[in-house]
T-cell receptor
Framework: AQKVTQAQTEISVVEKEDVTLDCVYE???????LFWYKQPPSGELVFLIR??????QNEISGRYSWNFQKSTSSFNFTITASQVVDSAVYFC???????????FGSGTRLQVQP | DAEITQSPRHKITETGRQVTLACHQT?????MFWYRQDLGHGLRLIHY???????NKGEVSDGYSVSRSNTEDLPLTLESAASSQTSVYFC???????????FGPGTRLLVL
């Protein structure tokens, strides 16, 4: 069975600090896809990134970066120079080649204080 | 622009009533999914469909049903609403496994 663990329930930082959200996953599949979604206070789910299991290259998009390490089954998300608008719940998720549905972690609530 | 919509956005119902939540997407995606979001659990899969006439159960399917009569719609029915089904429900769709799932805005359901 698949599992995604986001051990950090809530993180609070001051604006301009860097913050890393941890994600650890379990799967028996060799082909799988990892995702991060953002859920702002308004409630919608916003797609941030998709990574397949064969691509371990780290990715940077503006202030956001992702570190994928198969050796530790981790897919961590870093926000550099955090802003108040980054305040949200962030979900890590995993899907496999079989079921095509997402298995979500329980989410990390990020509060960025001004 | 293509999109995915859910209706109603908010619903209050009574225990024992049948409730149907609508999900409509205009991307012509084959795959559609229903999830529920509860505090401390993230999102959990209720039902999913790979195409017309195809439906499958997820981890928390008890008390729910879906039907897929066309590509665009996957309505979720609560046969006899229970207080434990008070939750936020999200519908999602994707074209293929390799594609990202995009989510509707959610339906907040309260069962009294």
């Amino acid at each position: 069975a698949q599992k995604v663990t986001q051990a950090q329930t809530e993180i609070s930082v001051v604006e301009k600090e860097d913050v890393t959200l941890d994600c650890v996953y379990e799967t028996r599949d060799t082909t799988y896809y990892l995702f991060w979604y953002k859920q702002p206070p308004s409630g919608e789910l916003v797609f941030l990134i998709r990574r397949n299991s064969f691509d371990e290259q780290n990715e940077i998009s503006g202030r956001y970066s992702w570190n994928f390490q198969k050796s530790t089954s981790s897919f961590n998300f870093t926000i550099t120079a955090s802003q108040v608008v980054d305040s949200a719940v962030y979900f890590c998720a995993l899907t496999d080649t079989g079921r095509r549905a997402l298995t979500f972690g329980s989410g990390t609530r990020l509060q960025v204080q001004p | 622009d293509a999109e995915i919509t859910q209706s109603p956005r908010h619903k209050i119902t009574e225990t024992g009533r049948q409730v149907t939540l609508a999900c409509h997407q205009t991307w012509n995606h084959n795959n559609m999914f229903w999830y529920r979001q509860d505090l401390g659990h993230g999102l959990r899969l209720i039902h999913y469909s790979y195409g017309v006439q195809d439906t499958n159960k997820g981890e928390v399917s008890d008390g729910y049903s879906v039907s897929r009569s066309n590509t665009e719609d996957l309505p979720l029915t609560l046969e006899s609403a229970a207080s434990s089904q008070t939750s936020v429900y999200f519908c999602a769709s994707s074209e293929t496994l390799q594609e990202t799932q995009y989510f509707g805005p959610g339906t907040r359901l309260l069962v009294l």
